[in-house]
């Protein structure tokens, strides 16, 4: 009857099924491009003759063939990164496990690189990739060098430029309306503020209120009222004394009969001005821009807060000699001058004494240099000055702890 129907047969179906998945990579032979389920097929493969005339193709020409598988290899698997994950920082067993998806991929075993581990130190060589290695294993972040995307970033880093030279002239046009209304002598008043002090126990404190404030209270009040008041009071300049016993308090209060003006508050706070509004308004900008989830900074000094590095450097200090991917940095130790690529969440700033430089990490006044002025314990802030910049000479108060640190000597 011959061979009709094979292909719908049940053991052909079988074959096919087992065929569409993942097999293993040991029983691939890259040359033939043949797949073998198991140990057996694939020594009857490696001493049939078809493999090995594929061989002696190979072996005139091996280096051509390894380049080429290579850099198959590479195109299939940087093209995966770029499709599957973009610029986002990613561990390569991942991006190669997505890339062995598809049953028709470059098996590494055929390639110049023994392992995926190579293959990424030399995507980092060629700067392709930012290359880190952690004890979960290597991490990539694709270095996007796509024309429209390198102008896009020219555009934005121009834009950013241009609104830094706005704010900066801003401040010095601001710092410059200050400057001149000191020297014309135009201050704010501030409010007095001065205690009760009585000499004598015996005395009586009188609360009275001006005439002016009589006048303009009779002005509001309607003429019926006035008129019946006027004649209940014999002398018009008569006042209603509520006198307190002086052995119980030792006060006598004295108020005019028609006042009923509310007393006015011990402080006050004044109308805030143009310019100061200005001023707040741009420190919320600079704090919503500048404000950032990371914060390493190259020379400053921190502290390890973590115990996976063991004892040694436990509570020590170090200064941050080179920032990667920005969570990321390399601490040269103090004590011992070791080197340490370290995570931002395993580290702490450091605050020095009064009067030493620090830099702000984080906030509206991100990357500024200033001097340490004060530092509150009760409230973990600290104050410093701006050193240099169109801010030289700014106060800032009541900065957080953990957005300035020591900088190195």
Not at 67 to 96: D, I, M, P, Q, W
Not at 196 to 212: C, G, I, M, P, W
Not at 281 to 308: A, S
Not at 345 to 358: F, M, N, R, Y
Request: positive net charge; contains cysteine; aromatic residues 6%.
């Amino acid at each position: 009857m011959g061979k009709d129907g094979g292909f719908l047969t049940p053991k052909a179906i079988g074959n096919r099924i087992k065929a569409k998945g993942l097999q293993k990579l040991r029983w691939y032979c890259q040359s033939c491009e043949k797949q073998c389920r198991d140990e057996n097929g694939f020594k009857c493969h490696i001493q049939s003759e078809s493999h090995q005339r594929q061989l002696l193709l190979v072996g005139e020409n091996s280096g051509k063939y390894i380049a080429n598988y290579s850099h198959e290899f590479h195109s299939g698997f940087f093209s995966t990164l770029r499709r599957s994950f973009g610029t986002k920082r990613v561990l390569a067993n991942t991006v190669y496990c997505e890339y062995i998806k598809d049953r028709d991929h470059i098996h590494m075993n055929a390639t110049r690189w023994v392992a995926l581990a190579g293959y990424v130190r030399w995507l980092g060589s060629q700067g392709l990739c930012e290359v880190e290695q952690t004890e979960k294993g290597w991490y990539v972040t694709l270095i996007d060098k796509d024309p429209d995307t390198v102008r896009r970033e020219m555009d934005s880093e121009r834009k950013d430029k241009m609104d830094l030279d706005d704010e900066q002239r801003r401040q010095k046009l601001i710092a410059e309306q200050i400057k001149r209304d000191q020297e014309r002598g135009i201050q704010l008043p501030e409010p007095v503020f001065t205690e009760l002090v009585r000499t004598d126990e015996d005395e009586k404190v009188q609360v009275t209120f001006s005439q002016t404030a009589v006048a303009e209270r009779k002005k509001i009040l309607p003429p019926s009222i006035l008129a019946s008041s006027s004649k209940k009071r014999t002398n018009p300049t008569d006042e209603i004394s509520d006198e307190i016993d002086p052995k119980k308090s030792k006060i006598e209060t004295t108020v005019d009969t028609f006042v009923f003006k509310k007393p006015l508050p011990v402080s006050s706070q004044r109308k805030k001005s143009a310019l100061e509004e200005v001023r707040e308004m741009e420190e919320k900008m600079k704090e919503k821009k500048n404000r950032k989830d990371h914060w390493l900074h190259e020379g400053i000094v921190v502290k390890i807060i973590t115990l996976k590095l063991g004892e040694k450097y436990y509570k020590k200090k170090g200064i941050i000699t080179k920032v990667e991917n920005h969570y990321q940095g390399i601490i040269k130790m103090i004590d011992t001058n070791d080197k340490i690529r370290i995570d931002q969440a395993h580290v702490e700033t450091v605050i020095p004494a009064i009067g030493k430089k620090v830099l702000i990490v984080n906030g509206a006044y991100r990357g500024q240099e200033a001097t340490l002025e004060d530092i509150h314990q009760d409230t973990f802030s600290v104050d410093v000055t701006i050193l240099k910049g169109s801010m030289i000479g700014t106060r800032l108060d009541n900065i957080p702890y953990e957005d300035v640190s020591k900088l190195a000597d």
